[in-house]
């Protein structure tokens, strides 16, 4: 996360960053920027949801001071885990001209998509192919 201000004033002031009223220290974590332009910039490396909340600027010179607050939010990221079946397809015989109905189902996050392949095509829905998914992994298809 990169907050950023820009401060003018004479002379020069110091700027000060807060969070729910703490001083934040420079750390591995949190770095304080300032380049010729008199941009300040806050900056949160790897951003946890406890570093949301108030986040104060404060400009301050011996003729005074001046801020601002904002809020911030930071939203846990979703895990992600690799698709895995957890119902397989089964060897399954008919007689010529009789439909077959095959079911898979896989999780993983985020929930993983399914593709069906017959001798190394893909198989799309068509008058003879009949493809199903749910949203949440499971599917068929019916030929």
Do not use: M
């Not at 404060?58 to 846990?76: D, H, K, M, P, W």
């Not at 399954?92 to 077959?100: A, I, L, N, P, Y």
């Amino acid at each position: 996360v990169r907050l950023t201000c820009r401060v003018n004033g004479r002379p020069d002031p110091e700027i000060f960053w807060y969070k729910g009223g703490k001083l934040i220290t420079q750390d591995n974590r949190h770095k304080v920027i300032v380049n010729e332009q008199g941009y300040h910039a806050l900056l949160i490396c790897s951003a946890l949801p406890e570093d949301g909340g108030e986040v104060a600027c404060i400009a301050r010179n011996r003729s005074g001071e001046a801020s601002f607050t904002c809020q911030l939010s930071v939203v846990a990221r979703e895990a992600r885990v690799p698709p895995s079946f957890t119902e397989r397809l089964t060897s399954t015989r008919v007689k010529d001209g009789q439909s077959v109905l095959l079911k898979v189902k896989a999780e993983g996050q985020p929930v993983p998509g399914l593709a069906w392949q017959k001798d190394g095509y893909t198989l799309r829905q068509t008058s003879g192919v009949r493809i199903l998914q749910d949203g949440a992994g499971a599917g068929s298809v019916e030929l």
